[in-house]
């Protein structure tokens, strides 16, 4: 048992941990090897954001964090090897969604647009966050696994140019906004289509209707 899970503030990483499927012996590990990585100068915020991870079984979703600054983790998961430094990264990916705030960044960007797309949000603040995790001289991380969104990817994908000096969410989100027709030319990752003929009328309902579902937020990355 790690120590400091008998906190009370722990209980609910603790619950899930127990009750989230197996590995737990990896699972104990990675919650010591957060503390050991996260407990130094400069890291505080992210040793202080434990007690908000929840342990998840989800095959369509890696990761994700929530209004209520949940950190859920689908943690082991086939998509991403099982290694520390992997997991590492998506923790403090999904941290720093809750202390960049980017749900506050979709109302700054109803108040200014008078609506807001949240996958093409999600696009944009995981461009900035992976790129700061990747290059950032604290922390200059390797990314977990291949597809995910970075400057290189949003350039050759959608023609858009991430400018890290002075882009921010809201910034980068107003240029992918105008590349809106190219990014939903390419289905949502981490939902496959129906087996089935895609020339069909079942196929097109069904896709469109995955496209509605992501748009929505039923469907997460």
Known sequence: MVDF???EEFAGL????????GNEDWKLDFIEFLEEETDASGKEYFYYMMPCIRFIVDPKSIAYTTPQSAICL?????DVKTTMPNWYFIYLHECLHQMW???GAADEIRDKLGECDEYILNIASDCVINDFLNTNIHFKLKYPTD???????IKDDYGVIFDKRTDTQVSL???LIEAKDKIYKQPPQGYDPPKIDKKSDEYVKGWNQAMADYAAGKINI
């Open 101 to 103: 705030d980017t749900f």
């Open 147 to 153: 597809g995910l969104v970075t400057p290189r990817s």
């Open 173 to 175: 989100y107003e240029k």
């Open 14 to 21: 603790k619950y899930t941990l127990y009750n989230s499927g």
């Open 5 to 7: 899970l008998d906190d």
């Open 74 to 78: 689908s943690a082991p998961h086939d």
